[in-house]
């Protein structure tokens, strides 16, 4: 069982920015994503990135979020700019092995107007 550990959530105002990480506990990864889940509504793919270097961002956060990942520290971020309200949100990590697909507790983000 891959274990991820998520931090870098909090309140923050809109407009401003705020950097997710998350570790895991394992170094062969293929893809690496993160998800958010809003109050109410199901879980929807931020961001991915693959072990080419490929990245896929949802429409909403293109050109203000950026994914990035270290291999060497098994570890994915999750740069995000230019906040707004609609953010708001738990994010999650989800980390994908030859052998499993692994999701990290969640980290709240919110942003205030």
């Known amino acids: 069982q891959v274990q991820l550990v998520e931090s870098g959530g909090g309140l923050v105002q809109a407009g401003g920015s705020l950097t997710l990480s998350c570790a895991a506990s394992?170094?062969?990864?293929?893809?690496m994503a993160w998800y958010r889940q809003a109050p109410g509504k199901q879980r929807e793919l931020v961001a991915s990135t693959t072990t080419t270097g490929h990245t896929n961002y949802a429409d909403p956060v293109k050109g203000r979020f950026t994914i990035s990942r270290d291999d060497a520290r098994s570890t994915v971020y999750l740069k995000m700019n230019s906040l707004k309200p609609e953010d708001t949100a738990v994010y999650y990590c989800?980390?994908?092995?030859?052998?499993?697909?692994?999701w990290g507790q969640g980290t709240q983000v919110t942003v205030s107007s």
């Open positions: 394992v170094s062969t990864i293929n893809s």
């Open positions: 989800n980390v994908k092995t030859h052998f499993s697909a692994s």
